[in-house]
C-alpha cells in the first residue's frame, strides 16, 4: 500500500510561489506515474500536471502550462509542484496521486479514476 503526504500549502499573495511536496511511503514509487489535483470550493477535482515513471514525461493542464512544472526525485520517493505567479483562482485543496495503469495512462492522465492512490490534500489560498 501507497501512502502519499502532501506538504508545502499555505497563503501567499497573488504574483508569489510555492513549492509542494508529495512524499510516498510503503512502497518505492519510480515506476508509477504521479499527478496532482486540485479541488477549489463547489468545484470537481481538476487535473493540474502528471509525470510518467520510468521515462519521466509530463503532462500539463493547458491554462497551467508556463506557470506550474511538475517533477519527482526517485531517490526521495517524492514528488513536487512548483507553481509560480499565482492567482486566486489558484485557490484549492491540490492533492497527490499516484497511478499504476501502464501504457494507458498516457491517455487517460486527466482523469481521477486513473489514479489509485490519493493524499489528504495540502490548502493553498492565494490572497489578492
Known amino acids: 500500500q501507497v501512502q502519499l503526504v502532501e506538504s508545502g500549502g499555505g497563503l501567499v499573495q497573488a504574483g508569489g510561489s510555492l513549492r509542494l511536496s508529495c512524499a510516498a511511503s510503503?512502497?518505492?514509487?519510480?515506476?508509477?506515474?504521479m499527478a496532482w489535483f486540485r479541488q477549489a470550493p463547489g468545484k470537481g477535482r481538476q487535473f493540474v500536471a502528471a509525470?510518467?515513471?520510468?521515462?519521466?514525461?509530463?503532462y500539463y493542464e493547458d491554462s497551467l502550462k508556463g506557470r506550474f512544472t511538475i517533477s519527482r526525485d526517485n531517490a526521495k520517493n517524492t514528488v513536487y509542484l512548483q507553481m509560480n505567479s499565482l492567482n486566486s483562482e489558484d485557490t484549492a485543496v491540490y492533492y497527490c496521486?499516484?497511478?499504476?495503469?501502464?501504457?494507458?495512462?498516457?491517455?487517460?492522465?486527466?482523469?481521477?479514476?486513473?489514479?489509485?492512490?490519493w493524499g489528504q490534500g495540502t490548502q493553498v489560498t492565494v490572497s489578492s
Open positions: 496521486a499516484a497511478s499504476t495503469w501502464g501504457e494507458a495512462f498516457n491517455s487517460a492522465y486527466q482523469r481521477t479514476g486513473a489514479y489509485r492512490h
Open positions: 510503503g512502497r518505492t514509487i519510480s515506476s508509477y506515474p
Open positions: 509525470v510518467t515513471g520510468s521515462v519521466p514525461n509530463t
